[in-house]
């Protein structure tokens, strides 16, 4: 219910900058509600962090949002749908600018790096071999794949993602061929939620110190 109703006051914050697509302003009217004024998310609405993701990966999601091949499900997915609810709201133009906006905020280190009860050896092991390929070493991602960089992103969030892929409750509607790769690599080697908190386990571990980020860009 609390996330209704503050859908529903960011969906009139929207009605209201609707003409604008200043990406600036549209972030600050609308984005910041949830993602916080740095863009480093808000775990009690489970909004990521999205300072710094790249201009083509936010582009590509938020249009995955408003064209419903992202969070269309609020049964199965609610914080999906919760986001597809605003993106759809949004005009190609602003999508653009927004994103622009997004890609030049600096990278945001979560405050947490470790998740409990993770072997980050196993999982250092499980990245190494199936997932550095498109995501690099450093996962700081890779445009040719369209596969986003994961540091920056908080652990909750990359354990609620990888579930979703294993669960086909993201990547597997027609036409998201980017996401039907990650459900592709789920299903082959994301065994449990043990290997997911390995593999979040280690992922975390390469971001960069606070004080040097950001470093991708
Ligand atoms: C009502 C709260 C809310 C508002 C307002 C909101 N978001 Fe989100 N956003 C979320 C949630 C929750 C998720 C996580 C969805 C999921 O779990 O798949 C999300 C996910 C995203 C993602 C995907 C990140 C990734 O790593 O794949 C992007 C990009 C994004 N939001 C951008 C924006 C932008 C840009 C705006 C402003 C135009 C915005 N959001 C406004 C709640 C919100
Ligand atoms: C064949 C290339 C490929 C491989 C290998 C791969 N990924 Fe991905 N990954 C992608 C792509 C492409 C996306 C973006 C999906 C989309 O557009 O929704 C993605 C998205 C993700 C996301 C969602 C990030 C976000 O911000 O929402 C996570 C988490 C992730 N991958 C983790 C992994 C892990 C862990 C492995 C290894 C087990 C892995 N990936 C292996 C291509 C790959």
């Not at 790249?54 to 938020?62: C, D, G, K, R, S």
């Amino acid at each position: 219910m609390r996330l209704l109703s503050l859908s529903i006051v960011f969906l009139f914050g929207l009605t209201t900058v609707s003409a604008q697509e200043d990406g600036a302003a549209l972030f600050n009217n609308v984005c910041v509600q949830c993602h916080g004024t740095k863009g480093e998310g808000k775990e009690e609405v489970k909004s990521p962090s999205i300072a710094n993701l790249p201009i083509w990966y936010v582009t590509t999601q938020l249009s995955n949002f408003h064209d419903g091949k992202r969070g269309s499900d609020t049964a199965i997915d609610p914080h999906g749908a919760m986001m597809a609810a605003i993106a759809k709201a949004l005009k190609p133009e602003q999508i653009k600018a927004v994103a622009a906006h997004v890609e030049k905020l600096p990278l945001v280190v979560p405050a947490k790096l470790a998740i409990e009860g993770a072997d980050v050896t196993l999982g250092q092991e499980l990245f190494y071999e199936r997932c550095m390929e498109c995501h690099r070493y450093n996962a700081s991602g890779e445009m040719a794949f369209g596969s986003p960089p994961l540091v920056g992103r908080q652990g909750w969030y990359l354990v609620a993602q990888l579930t979703k892929f294993k669960n086909l409750h993201r990547g597997a509607a027609k036409g998201d061929e980017k996401g039907a790769k990650m459900v592709q690599m789920a299903s082959l080697f994301i065994a449990d939620e043990q290997t997911i908190k390995n593999v979040v386990g280690y992922i975390l571990t390469l971001n960069p110190t606070p004080a040097s980020a950001p470093l991708f860009k």
